[in-house]
């Protein structure tokens, strides 16, 4: 929370009305954690369905967020969507182009397909 201290070293007095600026940091600062959290999923996901290191997977997401022109958390967080069920009419559509980038064997296409999900 912002705010003044009543005295130097003293406690913190709430502000009431934020700064705009501190609202804005904080918002990317929990986007980043949320792209994070799903690049790191992404990862785990391709080195379990491609049986490679992490290296390798976080290597295979760069290539086909460049080859597919998306960025990497956005490529994450459909993959991601995809595992677990949860994907949108926009996600099915961003995965048809990224399946092209994916290594051969290719990644499930989604639970409207009734195919297994599962690495």
Do not use: F
């Amino acid at each position: 929370m912002s705010g003044t201290p009543l005295s130097p070293g003293g406690p913190w007095e709430p502000v009431d009305t934020p700064d705009p600026a501190l609202r804005e940091e904080i918002a990317q600062l929990q986007e980043a954690v949320q792209s994070q959290r799903a690049i790191g999923m992404a990862i785990g996901l391709l080195s379990a369905r491609y049986d490679c290191s992490t290296e390798q997977a976080w290597r295979s997401l760069l290539r086909i967020s460049q080859d597919s022109n998306t960025k990497v958390r956005t490529v994450a967080r459909v993959l991601v969507a995809v595992h677990d069920g949860s994907t949108d009419g926009d996600d099915q559509a961003l995965l048809e182009t990224l399946v092209t980038h994916l290594p051969a064997s290719g990644w499930p296409p989604g639970p409207d397909a009734g195919d297994d999900l599962a690495p």
